[in-house]
Every structure is written in C-alpha cells, then in structure tokens.
C-alpha cells in the first residue's frame, strides 16, 4: 500500500467525504435584488476543485510533505506504478492547412507510407509541406521564393533526432522536440492538423512549468509532474486516436520554449511515476485552488476532502471577492428580463455556507431559469462554484 500522509494530513483521513446526493441549501441562501443593484460575490477557490489543490500543494510541501506524502493526501484510494511510451499532442497554434519549419541541421524528413531521408544543405532558410489539387502532399523549400522539391505517397512527419524544431504559425515561431507531422483530419480531407508526437518525458517538461510556476517548492512541482503525467497517460488511453490537445481542455502544452530547469528537475527525479487504480492510469484531475475543501469528481478517488493547505500567505485565490452589477446577469440570461431575485436550491455540503453551488433559480421580470452552479460560474466568469452573494442598492 502507499505510505499514508502524516500528522494533521492523516488525520483528516477519518474526515474524507464522498458526496452523494447533494443537500438542500438553507432558506438564507436567497436574495431580492432591487432595480439597479451591485451584487457582491464572496468566494473561495479556484477552478472545478476536484483532486490536487495547486496552491495546496506548494503549502503542503511548505509544511515539509514529500510529493508522495502530498499526492496520497489529494487522490485516496490510488496506487503507485510507471508509465513511458509516446504521446500525440494537436498544435492548436497552426490552423493553417500546411506544415512549415524554419531549416536546421540534421532535419529529416519520412513519408508515411515508406522512406525516410535527411534533407539536403541546398541553402534553404524554410521547409514546407502542402496539399496539392489532386490531394498528395508536396514538399517544398524556400531559398530566394519556394521551390518544389518532390511529392509525397504518404503524409510527411518531420524531426530532429529529439532536437526542437521550429513550426510557423499564423500566431509565430514555435519549437517542439520530437516529431511534426501534417495529418488529414479525415480520411480523404484536404484539411490538415499538426500533430507533435514526443516521449512523454519529453512532453511533461512543455506542460510542468505552464501548470505550476517551476519556482515553487521542488516537492509541489515534482507532484505536478507526477499528476500530470498519470493525467497525459489517463488521457492517451481514452481519448479518440490517443491524442491530447494543448489547452486547458486537456493540458496546457507549450513545446521547447515552455521548459525551465527547475521543473525539468522535478520530471527527472520523479520519472514514469504514475497514479493508478484498479492497475488502470487514475484520472488525475487538479485544480489551482480548493479554498479549503476539495470537490467530489467522477471517480471514487476524486474525493471531497477538507484541504488544510490551501490557505497559506502566498494563495490569493483562497478568499475572493468580486462586485457585479445586476445588468451582468440580465445579459448572460436575457430570458429573465429583470433580475428581482437569486435562490440557491443545492449545494455539496463541503464547507462556509454550505458548499459549492450546485443549482440556482434566477427570478426576474419574465420569468425564471435554473441554472447549474457550474454554468453560472462558466457564463459570468467567476473563479468557483463556492460562493454566496450580498446584495446593494447602486
């Protein structure tokens, strides 16, 4: 088995909820709202709060919590193991329909559908691949204007012997390890996406450093990279064709120029450590701030928990606070008209007023509209789901 945490970490152990049915909110958590009102948003937390606190972390390894010390506290119920192999990363930046590097020494160019060859010293400043009329794809070279140099049976997967290449992109230059390749977003589509295939050790150290700054305490970033790589595993596994994205809505993922020494520090010592459960990678969700209490997610060991070290001096997130005015909210949900009232209907029991919202009714002229807490957070921006309002007169 793991090694439990220690101290108050486990004693919270006895504390852990797994939330069901979310209760009932109390007949306090609803509001009039006058014509012309500032509502005021009191919060905690930041994100969806489900597994690993971010800031939580950095005060947990404060406290002198190893990154095992601190992923057991954050994921009960997972087990330790490794994982390695390859991971597929979709470049978001190049929307455009082709594939261009600048030039360097030891580029090498395969087609997919057999041969791979070094490409020549012809003095060209930028390669390029496009998709002709007839669909093949052409490789070309720029010297004083772009010349063709041969087509392709296949699709064309550029590298460097592990040595970062620098892609043009609408959005500008962009260096990645591992391979580039153009690939057709369907069979038979003229459309293509760039696609960097990279080990996964590789990979961790363009996304490290974007999740947690790489100057946090040295166990905290060596439990971000050990999350995220059991995340980029979980993912690899049950995502259509096995690629991730470059976003939030997987990992942010920022090639080359995103690595740091510290975090790059943090994959080595920590290298293929991985979550599991039931001997499956563990989806291993985290979040930049609980505000003191973890959410429950969609796995069992996605657990509510009551997080003793997110609140440290250096989290500006744990407490917030933000005023709106009323015409917010009529904006986001036209359909009410004038916003007269704010009922929360459920929470998760978790903490200061009850919890996150779960759902809400907002009353007003036209009519009414439930919303999830979720969506309310989505719609107007808000940092969490923990919240409660107060309302004034503008």
Same mark, same amino acid.
């Given at each position: ?6 101290g ?46 971010q800031?939580?972390a950095?005060?947990a390894?404060? @406290?002198? =919590?190893?990154?095992?010390?601190? $992923?057991d506290?954050?994921? #009960?119920?997972?087990?330790w193991? &490794?994982? %390695? *192999? +390859?991971?597929?990363v979709?470049?978001?930046?190049d ?15 395969r ?16 390669w390029?691949?496009?998709v002709?009329?007839?669909?093949r ?10 010349r063709?140099? @041969?087509? =392709?049976?296949g699709?064309?997967? $550029?590298?460097?012997?592990? #040595?970062?290449?620098?892609?043009v &992109?609408? %959005? *500008? +230059? ?18 293509r ?19 947690m700054?790489?100057?946090?305490s ?33 990992q ?5 120029a %995103?690595?740091h ?23 291993t ?6 505000g003191?209490?973890t959410?429950a997610?969609?796995?069992?060991y996605?657990?509510?928990?009551e ?18 005015a ?19 209907t ?6 200061e ?20 807490g ?14 409660t309002f107060?309302?004034?007169a503008?």
């Amino acid at each position: 088995m793991r090694t439990r945490p220690t101290g108050l970490a486990a004693g919270l152990l006895t504390l852990a909820l797994v939330v069901g049915l979310a209760p009932a909110a109390t007949a306090a958590d609803s509001w009039r709202v006058p014509t012309r009102s500032w509502l005021t948003l009191t919060g905690h937390g930041y994100g969806h709060g489900h597994g690993m606190s971010q800031y939580g972390a950095e005060g947990a390894a404060r @406290r002198g =919590l190893t990154h095992r010390q601190i $992923l057991d506290f954050y994921y #009960r119920g997972t087990r330790w193991g &490794t994982a %390695a *192999g +390859l991971v597929s990363v979709v470049i978001s930046a190049d929307t455009s329909d082709d594939l261009e590097v600048l030039s360097r020494r030891g580029l090498r160019l395969r087609d997919t559908a057999g041969g791979t060859v070094e490409l020549p010293a012809n003095g060209a400043k930028r390669w390029r691949v496009v998709v002709t009329a007839t669909g093949r794809n052409r490789v070309l070279f720029k010297t004083d204007r772009w010349r063709r140099w @041969r087509d =392709l049976r296949g699709e064309a997967e $550029l590298s460097a012997g592990g #040595r970062p290449i620098t892609l043009v &992109t609408p %959005a *500008g +230059l962009r260096s990645y390890r591992g391979r580039l390749q153009a690939t057709a977003v369907a069979r038979g589509s003229k459309a293509r996406d760039t696609v960097n295939t990279l080990t996964l050790e590789a990979y961790l150290r363009g996304v490290v450093p974007l999740e947690m700054p790489a100057s946090w305490s040295p166990e905290a970033v060596r439990a971000q990279a050990v999350a995220a790589r059991t995340y980029a595993t979980y993912e690899r596994a049950h995502r259509t064709g096995g690629r991730l994205c470059d976003t939030t809505s997987c990992q942010v993922y920022g090639g080359h120029a %995103a690595e740091h020494p510290a975090s790059n520090a943090a994959i080595a010592a920590t290298a293929g450590q991985v979550l599991t459960h039931r001997g499956a990678p563990a989806f291993t969700q985290f979040a930049s701030s609980s505000g003191g209490w973890t959410s429950a997610g969609s796995m069992p060991y996605l657990a509510a928990l009551e997080d003793p070290y997110d609140d440290w001096a250096g989290n500006p997130v744990h407490d917030w606070s933000l005023r709106l005015a009323d015409t917010a909210v009529e904006r986001a949900w036209p359909s009410v008209g004038d916003l007269t009232g704010i009922a929360v209907t459920r929470r998760d029991g978790n903490g200061e007023w009850g919890g996150r919202v779960r759902s809400l009714t907002l009353t007003g002229s036209k009519g009414r509209v439930v919303v999830s807490g979720d969506t309310f957070r989505s719609r107007l921006g808000l940092r969490s789901t923990w919240l409660t309002f107060r309302v004034a007169a503008r």
